[in-house]
């Protein structure tokens, strides 16, 4: 972090640029901070508001020090290896600390869930690495880490997680393959793709296999371990507060003053975190908060798509 805010300094006017060009972000975040006003615990919002704000500020220096594509990759390489690595060792040397009651492995993180999380990340990373290297020897070091991290993944027994670590492979050769195509070739292999997905789907419902069944086989029940008593109760709460929410960092984790998870009781008095990013944000900062990321999630994706497709691209960009 220090690192990066330094870098934010030192090159300003390409800071100044980038934060133009990030405003989206930026427009959630100020959003964030606004809630304080209404917030139940205000303090808590300028902490946990301000200690977003600090690691947003400390990745746009990262990025300012490192903006070529392929150095930006390699820190990222550096990064999450080095936390994977202390995860991987956390559960050879601290097992106790480092596996969960339930056997499952959460290394240097929390919950499970989150060091899923972070696993899916790093294993994406070094699985993209491996996938783009020329060399023999690197591909071959950095496939032998996609599949060590994936490994890990499926041993925090984080389901969502493992799932999209399970698809990653095929979904990053077809975009692969539509980016190396152009023009109308690329409108219809994308076009074909879209027919496909959607016939498969037909065919799913065709056979008498529902969106039930499907959940029922990934997770093992319908109420996603007890995830649906927790929504339900999260949206009689956001019912209060749609527009605007509680307020960020309001809610979870209070410590001894009252929150109303409190008063809730079974599993869901026992959540941290509402298991679904868009519900937890709604909850929070209303609907209000959950348009303004959206917003920014769809820009983010639209330019990355567009700088994907472009022949030499230039660091600048």
Not at 125 to 141: M, P, T
Request: glycine letters at 12%; aromatic letters at 10%.
């Amino acid at each position: 972090a220090a690192i990066g805010i330094g870098a934010d300094f030192y090159q300003a006017p390409k800071e100044a640029a980038l934060l133009r060009r990030s405003w989206p972000l930026f427009l959630v975040i100020s959003w964030i901070m606004l809630s304080s006003q209404w917030a139940h615990y205000p303090d808590l919002t300028y902490r946990r508001g301000g200690f977003l704000l600090i690691i947003t500020i400390a990745l746009f220096g990262l990025a300012i020090s490192a903006p070529d594509p392929k150095q930006f990759l390699r820190t990222l390489l550096i990064i999450s290896g080095l936390v994977m690595t202390i995860n991987v060792a956390g559960v050879i040397v601290v097992p106790g600390l480092a596996i969960g009651p339930d056997g499952a492995f959460v290394g240097l993180h929390p919950h499970k869930n989150s060091a899923g999380q972070i696993a899916l990340v790093s294993y994406l990373i070094w699985l993209v690495a491996a996938i783009g290297n020329r060399d023999l020897r690197w591909r071959s070091f950095f496939g032998l880490g996609a599949l060590l991290w994936l490994g890990f993944l499926i041993m925090t027994q984080s389901k969502t997680s493992i799932g999209v670590g399970l698809l990653a492979p095929l979904g990053l050769v077809v975009a692969l393959n539509v980016l190396k195509t152009e023009g109308l070739v690329r409108v219809a292999v994308v076009s074909i793709l879209i027919g496909l997905a959607g016939s498969t789907w037909v065919l799913i419902l065709g056979v008498g296999i529902s969106a039930g069944d499907l959940a029922l086989l990934a997770f093992g029940d319908l109420t996603f371990t007890g995830r649906t008593d927790l929504w339900e109760y999260l949206w009689n709460e956001i019912g209060n507060r749609p527009a605007t929410g509680v307020g960020y960092g309001s809610f979870w984790h209070t410590g001894l003053r009252s929150s109303p998870i409190n008063f809730a009781s079974g599993w869901v008095a026992t959540a941290g975190q509402a298991h679904n990013g868009y519900l937890d944000l709604i909850l929070q900062t209303g609907f209000v908060g959950l348009v303004l990321a959206v917003i920014a999630i769809l820009r983010s994706i639209a330019i990355a798509i567009r700088l994907a497709g472009r022949r030499g691209l230039a660091a600048e960009e």
